[in-house]
C-alpha cells in the first residue's frame, strides 16, 4: 500500500512538473507573439496620422465631405449591386450577389427599412428593388 502512495506522489509531481514546463512554454510564446506586433503598431500609428493629415487637408478642400466609414455598411453594398446590374432585382438574388459580407436578414431588413419613408433609397416594384431616383 505504501509503495502506490509514493508512486502516485511521485507521479503527481512529475505531472505537476510538466504542467509548469508546459505553461511557461505557453507564456514565453505569447511574449514572442507581442514582440512580433510592436513594428505592425508602429506602422499602423503612421498611416494612422498619414490619414488624419490627409483628411484635414480634404476638409481645408470641402468642408462638407465625409469619410467613408472603415465598416461596411449593408446600404451601400446593395446600392453597389443594384447600380453593377443596372436593373431591377429581386430580394433573393441581392441576397446571393452579396454573398457572406452580411446575414440574409441583414439584407432583407436594409431593404424594407431603406425601402420606405422620407429617406428611402431603394423604390420597390413588383418585388423587385432597384434604385431611387434622385431629383
Known amino acids: 500500500m505504501k509503495n502506490n502512495i509514493i508512486k502516485n506522489k511521485t507521479g503527481n509531481k ?16 505569447n511574449n514572442q507573439r507581442t514582440a512580433l506586433a510592436e513594428p505592425l503598431k508602429g506602422r499602423y500609428a503612421e498611416l494612422r496620422k498619414e490619414l488624419t493629415d490627409v483628411e484635414m487637408e ?16 449593408a446600404e451601400t453594398k446593395i446600392t453597389e449591386i443594384l447600380t453593377a446590374h443596372g436593373a431591377p432585382m429581386a430580394a433573393d438574388e441581392i441576397v446571393a450577389a452579396v454573398g457572406d459580407v452580411f446575414t440574409p436578414w441583414k439584407v432583407k431588413n436594409t431593404l424594407k427599412k431603406k425601402s420606405t419613408g422620407a429617406k428611402a433609397v431603394f423604390t420597390v416594384n413588383d418585388g423587385k428593388y432597384a434604385m431611387k431616383a434622385t431629383a
Open 14 to 29: 512529475n505531472a505537476q512538473l510538466a504542467l509548469a514546463d508546459i505553461n511557461a512554454q505557453i507564456e514565453a510564446l
Open 58 to 73: 480634404i476638409r481645408e478642400l470641402d468642408p462638407v465631405w465625409k469619410p467613408e466609414p472603415m465598416n461596411a455598411k
